[in-house]
């Protein structure tokens, strides 16, 4: 498992539906090291505080296995194997798959520790950046979401850094689980409620999470009830 690439970026503006808007989206590869801090990585930035950024999101993985799916299946852009950053992830990484990462996952990658928070659910600025309507819903449908990382310890990270497993919880789901948990229209009630026993899950998911497992109860118990 490593670091294929790291990528930063600083927000610019983007029209797209009539509207112009920043956003920083845009990353691009750098060379040597970088120090990776609490909140994002030196020389990168995002447009939008509010949901992007953050103790939570201070840096986003994305697979490089990812790209050839994506060649293959959108090959009028052919170029995405080369150009690491394009789905706005810090960290192109290899050997790192949803199905495999866990929330509250920590590594080692080098100088810095960091831990796996949420898989990355897309805005509309994904679709801004490929100027196509459809790259949300193909981009939730594939399950090729990546995931964000906290940061435990700051330090610095350059391509090439090998991530080192240092823990996993407990109790915890991957970040594949968790994202169709999220996104599925009939959620499973045992896995909701497993979901809010680990302890990384960000308090925002938690809240969606309980609303969703209440809504379940809800409904069982409007469907138990006996008719008047």
């Keep these: 498992m490593k670091l294929v690439s790291v990528n930063v970026g600083l927000p610019r503006l983007l029209a797209w539906g009539g509207a112009t808007f920043e956003t920083g989206i845009f990353k691009h590869p750098v ?19 509010s949901v992007h950024g953050g103790v939570n999101k201070a840096a986003y993985g994305y697979p ?21 950053g394009t789905f706005g ?27 796996v928070t949420t898989p990355r659910l897309p805005c509309y600025k994904l679709a801004a950046k490929f100027q196509r309507d459809d790259i ?36 915890t789901l991957s970040v594949a689980e968790l994202n169709r948990l999220y996104t599925s229209k009939s959620p499973d009630r045992d896995t909701l409620q497993q979901s809010l026993r680990i302890k990384n899950l960000p308090e925002g998911w938690r809240d969606r999470f309980r609303a969703r497992l209440a809504d379940i109860d809800s409904r069982a ?4 009830r006996s008719p008047v």
């Design 31 to 49: 060379e040597g090291r970088v120090m990776l801090r609490t909140t994002n990585l030196d020389g990168d930035r995002q447009a939008d505080l």
């Design 64 to 84: 490089s296995e990812h790209y050839a799916a994506w060649n293959a299946e959108l090959p009028e852009l052919s170029n995405l194997a080369s150009d690491w």
């Design 89 to 115: 992830e810090n960290f192109t990484t290899e050997g790192l798959l949803e199905a495999a990462v866990f929330i509250g996952d920590r590594y080692r990658v080098g100088s810095a520790v960091v831990t």
């Design 136 to 171: 949300i819903e193909r981009f939730l449908r594939s399950g090729r979401c990546g995931f964000y990382f906290s940061v435990f310890e700051e330090g610095e990270v350059g391509a090439g850094d090998e991530l080192e497993l240092l823990g996993r919880e407990e109790i």
């Design 221 to 224: 118990h409007d469907g138990n």
